[in-house]
T-cell receptor, first 112, second 114 residues
Framework: AQSVTQLGSHVSVSEGALVLLRCNYS??????LFWYVQYPNQGLQLLLK??????LVKGINGFEAEFKKSETSFHLTKPSAHMSDAAEYFCAVNTGGFKTIFGAGTRLFVKA | GAGVSQSPSNKVTEKGKDVELRCDPI?????LYWYRQSLGQGLEFLIYFQGNSAPDKSGLPSDRFSAERTGGSVSTLTIQRTQQEDSAVYLCASSYNQRTDTQYFGPGTRLTVL
């Protein structure tokens, strides 16, 4: 069965600092992986996705994620946090069919 | 173009009542999903529709939950005899018909069961 684990329900960083949100997945077949973001009082929107092409995936707003098969990870990073990055981030995995499994989410706080 | 819309945006009901939540997907999207978002629980998959195929109902938590999709477009999620634990935000998403396709989410319906 497929599953997603996001380490840390809350992450706090200072403005300008590195953002690292962790995601590990479980899958017996090659996965498709996604990061979605939910800004306050808004719906979820896609940040980036891995679909078996390049292992380093670039997304919107300066975010990127690297697929590491050996570590079964798909961590999300951004070199320099901005106040507008404060939101909840969801990692998701799809390993067959159309059911996508979402992680519990990580809420990112950015301190001035 | 128009995104995914959901109605109502908020619904307060009494325990034991039935509720209907509506989702209007993006035109041309053949796949439609319902999720439940509870505080601190992430997104819980409920049900998936793809074209005219039989829906994947594997995520529905009990037989009080049902959903239909008419004409391959609008979908209605029905919760019968609501319980307090049904309180959550119910999200609808739609996409084209590939696994790798982005899901476009609606704003959600916040359901409160008193």
């Amino acid at each position: 069965a497929q599953s997603v684990t996001q380490l840390g329900s809350h992450v706090s960083v200072s403005e300008g600092a590195l953002v690292l949100l962790r995601c590990n997945y479980s899958s017996s077949v090659p996965p498709y992986l996604f990061w979605y973001v939910q800004y306050p009082n808004q719906g979820l929107q896609l940040l980036l996705k891995y679909t078996s092409a390049a292992t380093l995936v670039k997304g919107i707003n300066g975010f990127e994620a690297e697929f590491k098969k050996s570590e079964t990870s798909f961590h999300l990073t951004k070199p320099s946090a901005h106040m507008s990055d404060a939101a909840e981030y969801f990692c998701a995995v799809n390993t067959g069919g159309f059911k996508t499994i979402f992680g519990a989410g990580t809420r990112l706080f950015v301190k001035a | 173009g128009a995104g995914v819309s959901q109605s109502p945006s908020n619904k307060v009901t009494e325990k034991g009542k039935d509720v209907e939540l509506r989702c209007d997907p993006i035109s041309g999207h053949t796949a439609l999903y319902w999720y439940r978002q509870s505080l601190g629980q992430g997104l819980e998959f409920l049900i998936y529709f793809q074209g005219n195929s039989a829906p994947d109902k594997s995520g529905l938590p009990s037989d009080r939950f049902s959903a239909e999709r008419t004409g391959g477009s609008v979908s209605t999620l029905t919760i019968q005899r609501t319980q307090q634990e049904d309180s959550a935000v119910y999200l609808c998403a739609s996409s084209y018909n590939q696994r790798t396709d982005t899901q476009y989410f609606g704003p959600g319906t916040r359901l409160t069961v008193l």
